[in-house]
């Protein structure tokens, strides 16, 4: 806070224009964050199969003159709570709440676009499937060329590696945008309050 009070005092504020003028630079700050976890961090270390995926589980929680603070996050998002994000940044197992879970094959995988697995590979919808032991198979071909096709194999659970550095890149962007436009908020409030 005494970093930004200097910075106040040198611009001539006064002290009342602190907060607000803080509030909003913390805004723009979030808002900047958001954005760079979105377009940079998440596809610079995970393949990116849904380009809005990102976009639809962030949200920014704003501060306020009465309260300085502020978060990027996603919590209320369904796209967020589905994402695992926390795993995806500090690592963890992935458990299913019912049943075991269905890891594809790698053919499978290279049909997943933005919309997922697409509805004919899905475990509880592909054709021809059954299950033996472990391992969902579909069978393909007409009689005379009947082949086996292995599209799942079911985990009690599945391990998730922490790359994606979630905290450091929104600290790193949050600490450059408030110290940027700080000078500017503090000017802008106290032009207006002078109105």
């Given at each position: 806070m005494s970093d930004f009070e200097r910075a106040a005092s040198r611009a001539g504020a006064l002290q009342d224009q602190i907060p607000f003028a803080l509030?909003?630079?913390?805004?723009?700050?979030?808002?900047?964050?958001?954005?760079?976890?979105?377009?940079?961090?998440?596809?610079?270390?995970v393949s990116v199969r849904d380009p809005n995926f990102m976009r639809n589980a962030l949200r920014v929680e704003r501060a306020s003159k009465g309260n300085l603070s502020g978060a990027v996050t996603n919590q209320g998002t369904r796209a967020g709570n589905r994402g695992h994000l926390v795993m995806h940044e500090k690592g963890g197992v992935k458990r299913p709440s019912k049943a075991k879970i269905a890891i594809p094959d790698r053919k499978v995988l290279a049909r997943r676009s933005g919309r997922g697995i697409p509805k004919s590979l899905r475990?509880?919808?592909?054709?021809?499937?059954?299950?033996?032991?472990?391992?969902?198979?579909?069978?393909?071909?007409?009689?005379?060329?009947?082949?086996?096709?292995?599209?799942?194999?079911?985990?009690?659970?599945?391990?998730?590696?922490?790359?994606?550095?979630?905290?450091a890149d929104f600290d790193m962007v949050m600490r450059r945008e408030v110290m940027r436009v700080f000078p500017n908020r503090i000017k802008a409030a106290m032009s207006s309050r002078r109105r």
């Open positions: 509030s909003q630079s913390l805004n723009d700050g979030l808002f900047a964050a958001r954005d760079h976890l979105i377009t940079h961090t998440w596809p610079a270390h475990p509880g919808t592909a054709p021809n499937t059954f299950r033996k032991g472990d391992v969902i198979y579909q069978v393909t071909g007409g009689k005379k060329n009947r082949k086996l096709k292995l599209l799942y194999t079911l985990k009690p659970s599945a391990p998730i590696k922490g790359v994606v550095p979630f905290h």
